[in-house]
């Protein structure tokens, strides 16, 4: 398979396609921090903190029922079908958020979102992981975290193009009665209907996955679409590999028994822990309450939004260097290198704040923890998450895996304003520093590396001997 000349240009579409969910997870995910200050003055709940931290987290419910049930949908549906009602259910958000008056709906709008976002940073790392061969899989798989940043990168810049620019000393009253406390806020949620809708109609022009075809005993289809890939001979090396490790593992309905198997739970419970210290890292506070840490820092409103876009181009600029180095540095050496480097940048910060430290240097140390992050835990977690589990369990594995991100990042949003007020800022940072550090040593003791191997190989070298 070394003389294997691969399609890169098809390959390339269908990753990108596919990709698109990643885009509109990290555009629904970021949007509402640039509208926050905005519909928080519309919908009159400047003075609740509940309802504030509600209308933030609440897509979190979302995505961890997404999450749930997209094990279940991948297994029976496989990863284009659900994919397409991802897209429906991002366009269905997107206009609704923007377009409601009351608190209520817009909950229910963002609730709807989440439900799209927990179907695609499931699926989409999952659909790439299994059209693209082992050489490239790592570059093609982070290519799903290339358009998240990217959507990340594009909801920030629509915030921040799309809100007038705000006089200083303005009071609540006057921000609330300007284009941005009526209107804007509202496309900034609408500008995500584009790409949406874009997603929806290409996701019928892609494929099924070819390892989902032949777990359907369609063969000959799976074997068009790899040699499509790679041609007949990799196509008929794919097959055998696939068939080979379906019949190990057997065509029977994944059930509970199989999840506590001696050779599946270690690699479950890898799983579970690399998707929850990939939130209980603790970066997506920065983008989540971007408004709490750079006014802290002594920025204005008008700067905060400004000083989003630079964390959002240097998010860009890493994960473009995680692209580069994932399939030759490999995956266990750059999750070593984020976790430990976290670690330090987060014992700096918690300084910087403790000593009251503001401006540049708070916005220094906030861009190289991004760095950090961009190039190792953020994409190479759902590189190494769409690897490691079998084929006969991949769906549910990845189900339970995304699942507990999710509900990792519940709990991250929702007890940063609690550690935030008992610890302050310094101390808060100072936890997740510690968090990083264990985080380090689990990586170091537990994660095997994955670089150029293919699937079937993961599994069989991850399950052997495991009796």
């Known amino acids: 398979m070394r003389d294997t000349k691969f399609n890169f240009t098809y390959l390339l579409f269908l990753a990108l396609v596919s990709a698109m969910g990643g885009f509109l ?3 629904d995910w970021v949007v509402i921090g640039g509208a926050k200050p905005f519909y928080e003055l519309y919908f009159d709940i400047t003075s609740e903190p509940t309802l504030q931290g509600w209308a933030m987290s609440s897509a979190l419910i979302g995505c961890i029922f997404g999450a749930v049930i997209s094990g279940f949908v991948a297994d029976k549906f496989g990863r284009k079908i659900p994919l397409i009602l991802a897209a429906s259910l991002f366009i269905v958000s997107a206009f609704g958020t923007g377009y409601v008056d009351n608190f209520t709906p817009f909950i ?65 009253e006057m921000i609330l009665n300007s284009w941005n406390g009526q209107t804007g806020w509202r496309w900034m949620f609408w500008a995500e209907l584009v790409s949406a809708i874009l997603f929806f109609i290409l996701m019928f022009v892609v494929p099924k996955s070819p390892r989902f075809l032949v777990k359907i005993n369609q063969d000959e289809t799976a074997k068009k679409v790899l040699a499509k890939i790679g ?140 760095a950090i992050y961009a190039m190792s835990l953020a994409p190479i977690t759902w590189v190494v998450l769409s690897e490691i589990f079998p084929n006969k369990i991949r769906g549910v594995a990845m189900s339970i895996a995304t699942f507990s991100l999710w509900v990792a990042s519940f709990v991250l949003t929702f007890t940063f304003p609690i550690l935030n007020d008992a610890l302050g800022a310094s101390g808060t940072f100072w936890v997740y520093s510690l968090i990083c550090i264990v985080g380090f040593l689990f990586i170091k003791s537990k994660l095997p590396e994955t670089k150029g191997k293919s699937l079937e190989e993961i599994e069989l070298e991850l399950t052997k001997d495991k009796e």
């Open 25 to 27: 997870f990290g555009y």
């Open 231 to 370: 041609g007949e001979t990799y196509a008929q090396e794919e097959l055998n590999s696939i068939k080979l490790t379906l019949q190990e593992s057997g065509h029977a309905k994944v059930n509970i028994a199989d999840l506590k198997s001696a050779k599946i739970k270690p690699i479950l419970v890898i799983g579970i822990v690399l998707a929850v210290f990939q939130q209980w890292c603790g970066i997506n506070i920065i983008f989540n309450y971007a408004e709490e840490i750079f006014t802290a820092a002594g920025y204005s409103v008008g700067d905060m939004l400004f000083n989003i876009v630079i964390t959002g181009s240097v998010n860009l600029i890493f994960t473009l260097v995680a692209m580069r180095t994932v399939d030759s540095w490999g995956r266990r050496k750059l999750m070593l290198l984020g976790s430990i480097g976290l670690g330090v940048v987060y014992l700096i910060l918690g300084g910087a704040y403790f000593f009251q430290f503001t401006g540049w240097p708070v916005l220094l140390l906030v861009i190289t923890a991004i």
């Open 108 to 172: 229910i709008y963002r609730l709807i979102g989440g439900l799209g976002i927990g179907l695609a940073s499931t699926l989409s790392p999952m659909y790439i992981a299994e059209i693209a061969p082992a050489k490239y899989r790592g570059q093609f798989v982070a290519i799903n975290q290339l358009t998240l940043v990217i959507g990340i990168l594009a909801a920030q810049v629509a915030n921040y193009f799309i809100a007038e620019v705000i006089p200083e000393n303005s009071t609540p």
